[in-house]
Nanobody, 125 residues
């Protein structure tokens, strides 16, 4: 059974950095698209970034140039490096994966249907 587990959240001052990690023993990360979503209090969950099987990436406009998504296909770990954090980045961050191994289409946020439990990131002075 797939079980995604996030870690690395915490509290940081504006301008600081955090790196989130996501691990799972049920997926071979090289075979599926994976990504990160976030949900701020009182707001809907939205896509942050995803990385497709070929390593191509996509970022939400609000995080471009500050966040970097990557994955270690040997260790099966997905990362989200977050730099220059802003108070508006405060949210619970969720790792997500496409349950369809070998999907022929290019990745989209809507394909990421398997979720972790989330890790809280708080950016505040």
């Amino acid at each position: 059974q797939v079980q995604l587990v996030e870690s690395g959240g915490g509290s940081v001052q504006p301008g600081g950095s955090l790196r989130l990690s996501c691990v799972d023993s049920g997926y071979t990360y090289s075979t599926v698209c994976m990504g990160w979503f976030r949900q701020a209090p009182g707001k809907e969950r939205g896509g942050v970034a995803f990385i497709d099987r070929d390593g191509s990436t996509n970022y939400a406009d609000t995080v471009k140039g500050r966040f970097t998504i990557s994955k270690d296909n040997v260790k099966n770990i997905l990362y989200l490096q977050m730099n220059s954090l802003k108070p508006e980045d405060t949210a619970t961050y969720y790792c997500a994966a496409d349950p369809w191994i070998g999907r022929p289409e290019e990745c989209e946020y809507s394909h990421l249907e398997v979720w972790g439990q989330g890790t809280l990131v708080t950016v505040s002075s």
